[in-house]
């Protein structure tokens, strides 16, 4: 299988890759286009600035190519949240716009933010993505920004406020925490894609 993980210079790019190793297949890391257009999976990775992220998207010409993907595509933490329209990061930062949602920051409510930690997430019935995933499995979250709860929610989490843990879309996907960081079942559920 040919995977691909385009190289946002985020942070958690050879952590997935290492991961990817680790479920025994040989991802790339790339921004090249004829490179990604051949992918059979994407890994789409994201740590940190919205802002940063899509500046560096639109330098490798990646934005309309992403767009018009027709791949199964995960994004991960802010890889997620640059599928919707706009975050309010700074102000307002136009995003990827695939799925008509916006990306806002999360409110105090009595829990530190930035939500930094072990979180469990709701399991639906019968979808493939959580085959071998039981509801007291805990999933590494670390993010300021959120995607409400809507009509692309497959899964929510509970932090003082629901949000979208699991987000599908057509071939688009997205996890709003790490499974790279989230031991045996953020494993199993990037297996789960991978095997989709």
């Not at 691909?4 to 790339?30: A, D, E, Q, R, W």
């Not at 899509?54 to 309309?64: H, I, S, T």
């Amino acid at each position: 299988m040919n995977i691909v993980i385009i190289n946002t210079k985020c942070s958690n790019l050879f952590s997935v890759k290492t991961m990817l190793h680790k479920l025994g297949y040989k991802p790339v890391i790339s921004d090249n286009i004829d490179i990604i257009s051949q992918a059979d999976k994407l890994f789409l990775p994201g740590v940190g600035s919205a802002l940063s992220a899509m500046k560096q998207l639109k330098k490798k010409n990646l934005v309309d190519l992403i767009q018009n993907c027709t791949k199964p595509i995960l994004g991960i933490c802010l890889g997620m949240q640059l599928l919707g329209t706009i975050s309010e990061e700074n102000n307002g930062v136009k995003t990827l716009q695939i799925i008509k949602v916006p990306v806002i920051r999360m409110q105090y409510r009595g829990f530190p933010i930035p939500h930094m930690g072990w979180n469990t997430i709701t399991i639906p019935q019968k979808h493939c993505l959580f085959y071998g995933i039981k509801k007291n499995n805990y999933f590494y979250f670390a993010h300021s920004y959120i995607i409400k709860v809507c009509h692309v929610t497959i899964s929510q989490t509970n932090y003082g406020q629901l949000f979208s843990s699991i987000i599908e879309y057509k071939n688009f996907f997205g996890v709003q925490f790490h499974p790279e960081k989230s031991g045996i079942p953020g494993q199993q559920l990037v297996k789960n894609f991978l095997e989709m």
